[in-house]
């Protein structure tokens, strides 16, 4: 987790799925009863797990979604690929854990940088666009507000794109 905190910024190592791989890693061990030193004491503390649970939440219900299949067209990198697979997973934070994400993919594509001479280019419309941000985000409050818990930010992500693509196929 710290490697990926303190790579450089636009590095592959930087990306925050390393982190949330490590963390889920972590509590996966500890459900196992993996935790344990050979001397039979705890590795990892039941406040550290209790604290990566809250930070990170339930490893098991993570999904990958393409953002075409959210927002056509929502991604303009011209030095990157002009498509992501963002990971999605439920936490109690309360900015959606693609910001991070998204944040990376511009570094790391350098998707802002403008070519010099260029002037219609502008830094906002390019990258994660805001309609492909707003899209996730608009989810992730709605699950956020959803007090009875039967739609996690998962579950609507899958829920939107499977609308949308049966819609594309009518």
Not at 73 to 84: A, K, L, Q, T
Not at 97 to 117: S, V
Request: glycine share 6%; with cysteine.
């Amino acid at each position: 987790m710290d490697r990926a905190r303190s790579a450089p910024s636009d590095s592959d190592d930087a990306n925050p799925e390393l982190e949330v791989w490590a963390a889920f890693e972590l509590i996966g061990m500890c459900d196992a009863g993996e935790n344990k030193r050979r001397d039979g004491t705890s590795a990892i503390m039941e406040d550290q797990i209790a604290q990566l649970r809250a930070d990170y939440g339930d490893p098991s219900q993570y999904r990958y979604i393409r953002t075409s299949a959210v927002v056509p067209g929502g991604i303009n990198c011209p030095r990157g690929p002009d498509e992501f697979w963002v990971m999605v997973w439920n936490w109690k934070r309360s900015e959606p854990p693609t910001e991070q994400m998204f944040d990376w993919f511009e570094r790391r594509h350098k998707c802002k940088d403008i070519t010099p001479g260029d002037t219609r280019s502008k830094p906002e419309n390019l990258g994660v666009l805001k309609r492909t941000r707003d899209a996730f985000r608009r989810e992730f409050e709605a699950a956020q507000k959803d007090k009875s818990g039967t739609k996690t930010f998962v579950d609507r992500m899958v829920e939107l794109v499977r609308s949308d693509t049966t819609k594309k196929q009518r």
